[in-house]
């Protein structure tokens, strides 16, 4: 694995890199500032023990005149106006290359509903749902009668586009159900109702133009859910890496979750979450374009169990952003 991603690495463009100044585009205003901040500054400091001209630009300010002092675009933010194509296509009009997915890729995948519509349509498995717009129905009793006929109990109640498990709750029965789509209206007008599947939770990070699979994580939080707390605070979840699954399963996960990547255009990087039933059935929850980078984050464990360190993998999403420096 190590092996396949040094095609990656290019010595000439990563001198011509460090002769640029990199900004470290974090913060932001969107739920997940914190963690976005956090996910910057890991990033800004290895940079600058790699040798490179780095500077923080934290979005929450005016930062049209810091974009005018930098050569390429390090993406760190999580969440709305970061995540979602919105600063992609400011850097592209600023004709700043950037890492990460594009506008298309970032659209599509933070839009939970719209990118379960374009798998299902390919044939990837995810969990049935609904999708309810608050901005057409506001009739609460007319919804819960629609997800009790088109669903059956338990179900998961998401915001539409929001990251880090923001606003998500479990329903168990009918009379919870109201509370749960109030607290994710908190943070979208567009609600993701989808049946709840038991099962081991498993993650699959992609890298690469030519995209590669690094190992699988199994993730087993001590809590039971793998909630914002559970993401976050150190030694409340267990990761399992590779995950011990059979071969054909561990094989037919890392494809789907490539097939993913590709469908829906992401580039550069991604990280795919899966639901493995008791049937052995993986379904695809979602797809994350700009995944963390925190001490507790997903994608530098799996990097870690192919011999690849931090500071070598934040070099790789570097060299990826463009070819062509």
Known sequence: MKDNLKKFQSPSVRSKKKLLRIGIIAGGISSEREISLMTGKNIYQSLIKSGYDVIFIDTKKDILSDLRKINLAFLALHGRYGEDGTIQGLLEYMKIPYTGSGVPGSAISINKILSKEILKCKNILTPDYIAIDF????????????????????????????????????????????????????????????????????????????????????????????????????????????????????????????????????????????????????????????????????VPKAAKAVGIDFDYLIEIILDLASLKV
């Open 135 to 298: 901005n057409e129905n506001k009739n609460f009793l007319e919804i819960k009668e629609s997800i009790k006929k088109k669903l059956s109990f338990p179900v998961i109640v998401k915001p539409n586009s929001e990251g880090s498990t923001i606003g998500i709750n479990i329903v168990y029965e009918n009379d919870k159900l109201e509370y749960a789509i109030r607290d994710a209206l908190k943070y979208d007008n567009k609600i993701l109702v989808e049946r709840y599947i038991k099962g081991r939770e498993l993650t699959v990070s992609i890298i690469g133009n030519e995209p590669v699979a690094l190992p699988i994580i199994e993730i087993k939080p001590k809590s039971g859910f793998y909630d914002y707390k559970a993401k976050y605070t150190k030694n409340m979840t267990e990761y399992i890496v590779p995950a011990k699954l059979d071969g054909t399963i561990s094989r037919q996960t890392s494809n789907t979750a490539v097939k993913c990547h590709k469908i829906l255009q992401c580039k550069s990087i991604s990280r795919v979450d899966f639901i493995l039933d008791n049937n052995n059935d993986a379904y695809v929850i979602e797809l994350n374009t700009m995944p963390g980078m925190t001490a507790t984050s997903l």
